[in-house]
């Protein structure tokens, strides 16, 4: 049985609360289950994180080398800013991919260029918080 991490930059756990024009109306924890949901019969389990704090971010992908063999992340706003993160995302040696709800090409330009891109196996945009799914059932394959 593997472990997949998924992980939730900042703003996040405001999903379905809040700009549910951009986000939708789905909760982290709807999120969350729905990914469990996917992964069963796969054989592979869903741990999940969110934080609005960076260097607890970067002390859980510094764990996740010991407890995680593939992470899910949305880095949200540090997609666009952290050389941190992709530093410590590049230390892990699992597959990572990233998701965006929001089809972020199509929004402002700070939302274009992505660090954590440097460092994912595939990267899923646009597709609303189905992008998870999608995300943790391709790293499941990846795993097999
Ligand atoms: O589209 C995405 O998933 C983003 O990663 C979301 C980030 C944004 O900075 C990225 O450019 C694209 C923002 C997350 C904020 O999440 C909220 C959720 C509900 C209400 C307010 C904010």
Redesign the pocket.
């Known amino acids: 049985m593997a472990t997949i991490l998924m992980l939730n930059g900042?703003?996040?756990g405001?999903?379905g609360?809040?700009?549910p024009a951009i986000?939708g109306h789905d909760t982290l924890e709807d999120v969350e289950a729905a990914c469990r949901d996917a992964l069963q019969g796969t054989g592979h389990e869903l741990d999940a994180f969110q934080t609005d704090h960076e260097g607890a971010m970067l002390e859980r992908v510094h764990a996740a080398r010991q407890d995680a063999d593939a992470v899910v992340i949305?880095?949200?706003?540090w997609?666009?800013t952290s050389i941190a993160l992709l530093d410590a995302l590049s230390a892990f040696e699992g597959p990572v991919v990233e998701?965006?709800?929001?089809q972020?090409h199509r929004?402002e330009a700070f939302?274009h260029h992505s660090y954590v891109s440097a460092r994912a196996d595939a990267v899923i945009v646009g597709c609303g918080v189905q992008g998870y799914e999608f995300a943790v059932l391709r790293v499941a394959r990846l795993l097999d």
């Open positions: 900042p703003n996040l405001l999903l609360l809040r700009e986000y949305n880095a949200g706003a997609t666009h998701v965006h709800i929001s972020v929004r939302r």
